[in-house]
C-alpha cells in the first residue's frame, strides 16, 4: 500500500476527488505570544492493491515534535491527549477491478486553530495499518519584524 500526502491549509474531499487550499505548505508564522495557534491540513490519496482490498486498514496520524515525542495541545489548566486521529478504512473490489489494478481513495485531516506551546520543528508522522508511510515535516517560527511595524511608511 502507499499514500500520497501534502501538507496545506484546508482540506476536503467529494465523490473521492481531493480538494486542497494552501498546499505544501511547510512554515507557519505565529506571533510571539503563547500558545502559538496554527490551522493545518493533511490531504492524502491512498493506494489499496488488489489484494489489499476487502480488508479493514488503520490510518493513523500524529503530531510529533523535534525529540520524537507525540505532542498535546496546549492548555494552561489540563492535560490533554496528544494530537493524533485515526480512521478506519476498508475499500470494495467492483466486479470492473482486475488483477494487478488498485484502488484509490482520497482523505483530508483537518487541525483548525490547534494551540501548540513553543516554536521549533514539528511532523506528523503516518502510519498504515502501524508502518510509518510519511513523515510530513513543518516549522512554527515567530514572524518577523515588518518595516511597518518599526515606524517606517506611515
Known amino acids: 500500500m502507499e499514500i500520497d500526502v501534502v501538507l496545506c491549509n484546508h482540506a476536503e474531499t467529494a465523490e473521492n476527488r481531493l480538494y486542497i487550499a494552501g498546499g505544501g505548505v511547510n512554515l507557519y508564522f505565529v506571533p510571539p505570544s503563547v500558545p502559538h495557534v496554527i490551522t493545518v491540513g493533511l490531504g492524502c490519496v491512498l493506494h489499496i ?3 489489499e482490498t476487502n480488508e479493514s486498514h488503520m490510518l493513523k496520524v500524529t503530531l510529533i515534535d523535534e525529540d520524537a515525542e507525540p505532542v498535546a495541545p496546549w492548555s494552561a489548566e489540563v492535560d490533554l491527549p496528544s494530537i493524533a486521529s485515526e480512521q478506519l478504512f476498508n475499500i470494495g473490489r467492483p466486479p470492473i477491478l482486475e488483477v494487478g489494478d488498485e484502488q484509490t ?7 483548525a486553530n490547534l494551540p501548540l506551546r513553543s516554536t521549533g520543528l514539528y511532523e506528523f508522522e503516518v502510519t498504515i495499518d502501524d508502518s510509518v508511510m510519511r513523515r510530513m515535516p513543518f516549522r512554527i517560527a515567530i514572524a518577523p519584524l ?5 515606524g517606517a511608511n506611515r
Open 49 to 51: 492493491p488488489y489484494l
Open 105 to 111: 481513495i482520497a482523505m483530508a485531516l483537518n487541525f
Open 146 to 150: 515588518t518595516a511597518r511595524s518599526h
